[in-house]
């Protein structure tokens, strides 16, 4: 399996974090030296391991925030 390279460009925060210190993050991830795209997912403590997640572009993260924003909470 080839490697994957990853360099988070801008970390815009975390949404929650389990009792293991993992933490659910909203970053803007380069994604093997291409276009950053918007990215959640759960990382370790350092960053050094991380779970599934969704990685979307500005336009599907618009969109989602529209969706979001029409929800009555």
């Given at each position: 399996m080839a490697?994957?390279?990853?360099?988070?460009t801008?970390?815009?925060?975390?949404?929650s974090?389990?009792?293991?210190?993992?933490?659910?993050?909203?970053?803007l991830?380069?994604?093997?030296?291409?276009?950053?795209?918007?990215d959640?997912r759960?990382?370790a403590p350092e960053?050094?391991?991380m779970?599934k997640?969704i990685?979307?572009?500005?336009e599907?993260?618009?969109?989602?925030?529209?969706?979001?924003?029409?929800?009555?909470?």
């Amino acid at each position: 399996m080839a490697e994957i390279k990853y360099e988070i460009t801008e970390t815009i925060g975390a949404i929650s974090e389990n009792n293991k210190g993992w933490s659910k993050e909203l970053n803007l991830i380069s994604w093997n030296d291409r276009a950053p795209k918007y990215d959640l997912r759960d990382w370790a403590p350092e960053h050094e391991k991380m779970g599934k997640g969704i990685t979307l572009s500005k336009e599907e993260l618009i969109k989602l925030k529209e969706l979001l924003n029409g929800l009555d909470l």
